[in-house]
Each structure stands twice: as C-alpha cells, then as structure tokens.
C-alpha cells in the first residue's frame, strides 16, 4: 500500500510516535472543527459499489500480515476506472485548481487524468534522484528509518491551488510530507483526494490542517 508513514497527522499515529520514540514536532492532530470528509457521505453513489469490489484485498503482501489493497485489478475494468476517474473531476471540477500534485508511484495513475479533466497542470512528486532538474525536498519519518519527497523547483507558483492525489491513505505520513512540500513552495493546498482509506482513521481524515477525500474504505479488516 502507498501509506506506510509512521508519526503523521491522525491522533492514534500521534501516540504511536511518542511510544516509539520518534519526533512528534510536525505532527498536528485534527481539530475538533474540522470538517471531515469520508465515504459515509457519498453511499448514496452507486458507482462506489463497484469500485469497492474491484479492488483485490492480497493477504499477506508484501510481507506476513498485511492485507493489500491491489488496485491493478481496478485499472483492468475501464468502466471502473472511469466511474473512479469521474467521481473526482466532479467533485474538484470548479474549483480553481491550478495544479494536480500525484504521489510517486500510484498517485501517477489518477493524477494526471484528473488533472487533464479539470485543465489543471500535473505535478509529479518523486523519490530522490528521479528528477533531472533542481528539486525541492521533503524528508518524512517511516516505522523504520525515513523517505523523501521530490518536486522541480518552478514547478508551482506561490499561491496556486493544488490538490494532492495518492491511491490510499493509512497513516497519513507520505499525505503529510507533501503537503509540506507543497506549502514550502508556497502553494494553497485544497484538499487531499486519495482513492481508498483505512477505516479505522475515518473519523480522523484531517492531515496537518487539510481534508482528506477518499471514495472507499479499504478492505484490509474483513475476516
């Protein structure tokens, strides 16, 4: 799965910072005003039936006691992958967004298409030494050891609104890292769209400050 980040964001990855030891400095936990943004509030779509059951739960990958939420079976039903797609571009079409950020890797998959849709501009956000040009870099805090985020510098100008687009969030970590990126650049970010969340952090899906789209929870808990 694309979220894997400890110490982010939600308030249960918050304590679990403190009982590993890892710094908790950048880690802002909801507020009690914040609007959440979860599946519940768009069931009523029938279109979200299908893609929930196009998404191969894998037990047991990439390692022993992992459920893996597999969308390339998703991709392989056009049908679905469009109804994903659109789901998306009506909900961020209007909305002024001058630029679609897509997290490496999955995030490169919806990204662009929606970022086509809504005549924004596409961002990628890569791992370190995949960008030929100057880069920005944003280091985040993994369960074991750290990662990085990477953009162009010039890629985003000061003040344009961008939205964040990855395929899962769990605990938040590589959501946060750029949304920091981001907001270093000087960016506005709108919101973060990701196709599938966890639900045990859907009362919770507020990261540093911003909401958190998702169009299903993920199947990792079923028996």
Known sequence: MGEE???????????KAK??????????????????VTPAEAKSDPRLQGISDAIRVVPHFPKQGIMFNDITTLLLRPGVFRDAVDIFVER?????????????????????????AIGAKFIPLR????????????TYV????TDCLEMHVGAIEP???????DDLVATGGTLCA?????ERAGADVVECACLIGLPKFKDFYKLNGKPVYVLVESREYEK
Do not use: Q, W
Not at 27 to 36: G, L, S, T, Y
Not at 132 to 137: A, F, M, N, R
Not at 142 to 145: A, F, I, N, V
């Open 5 to 15: 980040a400890n110490c982010i964001a939600v308030m249960e990855a918050c304590t």
């Open 19 to 36: 009982e590993n030891g890892h710094a908790a400095a950048d880690v802002k936990a909801p507020k009690a005003d914040d609007a959440v």
């Open 92 to 116: 961020y079409r209007g909305m002024a967004i001058g630029a679609v950020a897509g997290i490496e890797a999955r995030g490169f998959i919806f990204g662009p298409a929606i970022a086509l």
């Open 127 to 138: 791992k370190p030494k995949k960008l030929p040009g100057e880069v920005i870099s944003e």
């Open 142 to 145: 993994l369960e074991y050891g």
């Open 159 to 165: 003040g344009e609104r961008v939205l964040i687009v």
């Open 178 to 182: 750029a949304i920091n990126l981001m």
